[in-house]
């Protein structure tokens, strides 16, 4: 299991299953009946989510904010109020 409740981790050999057969003319919907996984993640293993490919392009960072990037955020705005 993953650190979410509920959620699970799927291999990569049942995700290349899965792949290989949307590929080969399967619907999702009966990917999702067969193998009991959700439409939303064979649609994320298939590259068919835009917010998934952004996600890896640019992680969110992690923690809370530091001061130092607060700071550049009120700087940003101010600059944006003055233009």
């Known amino acids: 299991m993953s650190g979410k409740k509920g ?12 792949v290989q057969g949307y590929r080969r003319g399967i619907s999702i919907r009966e990917l999702s009946r067969q193998y009991g996984i959700s439409r939303y993640a064979i649609q994320s293993w298939c590259g068919l ?3 998934v490919e952004l996600r890896h392009a640019a992680p969110l960072p992690k923690g809370r904010p530091t001061e130092k990037s607060k700071t550049q955020e009120q700087t940003i705005k101010r600059l ?3 233009n």
């Open 7 to 18: 959620m699970l981790r799927y291999g990569q050999e049942m995700k290349e299953i899965v």
């Open 49 to 51: 989510r835009k917010e």
């Open 80 to 82: 944006q109020m003055e």
